[in-house]
């Protein structure tokens, strides 16, 4: 089964910028669907972005509308990790971030910002903005 594991979390002043990294040490499958979330004590986990990269190296990306025009979704799927850029930092993006992969099963829903819809998770790495 897939491992996931995030780093690049930290504390950082409103306005400010952070890359998360997350990457797949178990088993790597040839595709899957891919997203980031985020949550916040006592409540649940909000999608951020999710991507897919086509076999012909088309890639789509959706964003929740908190993330539009701030964070950028990418992924390297030789290395077998992906990334958020996050921009323009404010403190209700203070939040523990996960990334999420859902291999086919048959097919998987590349767009689904919605946590039922992804079954191997990391163990998340905190984000704090400091105002």
């Known amino acids: 089964q897939a491992k996931l594991v995030e780093s690049g979390g930290g504390s950082v002043q409103t306005g400010g910028s952070l890359n998360l990294t997350c990457i797949n040490v178990g088993t790597i499958y040839s595709s899957y669907c891919m997203a980031w979330f985020r949550q916040i004590p006592g409540k649940g986990r909000e999608g951020v972005a999710a991507i897919t990269t086509s076999a012909g190296g088309i890639v789509n990306t959706e964003y929740a509308d908190s993330a539009k025009g701030r964070f950028t979704v990418s992924q390297d799927k030789r290395e077998n990790r992906a990334y958020l850029q996050l921009r323009r930092l404010k403190s209700d993006d203070s939040a523990m971030y996960y990334c999420?992969?859902?291999?086919?099963?048959?097919?998987?829903?590349?767009?689904?910002?919605?946590?039922?819809?992804?079954?191997?998770w990391g163990q998340g790495t905190q984000v704090t903005v400091l105002s």
């Open positions: 999420a992969i859902q291999p086919p099963r048959p097919t998987c829903e590349w767009w689904s910002l919605t946590p039922g819809d992804y079954e191997y």
